[in-house]
């Protein structure tokens, strides 16, 4: 391993601790205020076939901003785009620490259906910033 990717590997190591920490410290923070309100809270877990209907509608179907037609189809492309990429984000933070992972030597054939499907969601970002611009 030459000097460059050991220096490499650290900081990355580094900065995905400090990253990965100030979340953390956010998270608890945001935890804390949630918990200090004081009175009765209206959160009950009921209503949970109602309740996934609309995470799967209004959340990733993006029903509501598809009302109206050429930016919210727009606004869908661009989001469906951003998750896609977050599985290749996660694959490069972790090569960043450890070079020699790549998921494609776990599921080849499951990675490769996934980087056509990246392919085309990039592809159809790309005429979603269009129209946006």
């Known amino acids: 391993m030459s ?9 990355m190591a580094l900065l995905l601790i400090a990253g ?31 309740r996934v209907r609309v ?8 029903s509501n901003v598809r009302r109206k037609k050429g930016p919210g189809i ?21 090569q960043g620490v450890l070079p020699f992972f790549h998921i494609s030597g776990f599921l080849p054939s499951l990675y490769a259906a996934y980087l056509f499907a990246a392919d085309l969601l990039a592809f159809l970002v790309l005429m979603g910033l269009g129209y946006a611009l």
């Open 3 to 11: 000097i460059y990717t050991g220096i490499k590997i650290v900081l």
């Open 20 to 50: 990965f920490s100030i979340f953390t410290l956010r998270v608890k923070h945001l935890l804390a205020l949630m918990k200090s309100v004081k009175g009765k809270t209206d959160v009950k877990p009921d209503r949970l076939r109602e």
């Open 55 to 62: 995470l799967i509608t209004d959340i990733l179907g993006q």
């Open 74 to 94: 727009a606004h869908t492309l661009i989001f469906f785009g951003f998750l896609a990429v977050q599985f290749h984000s996660l694959e490069l933070m972790i």
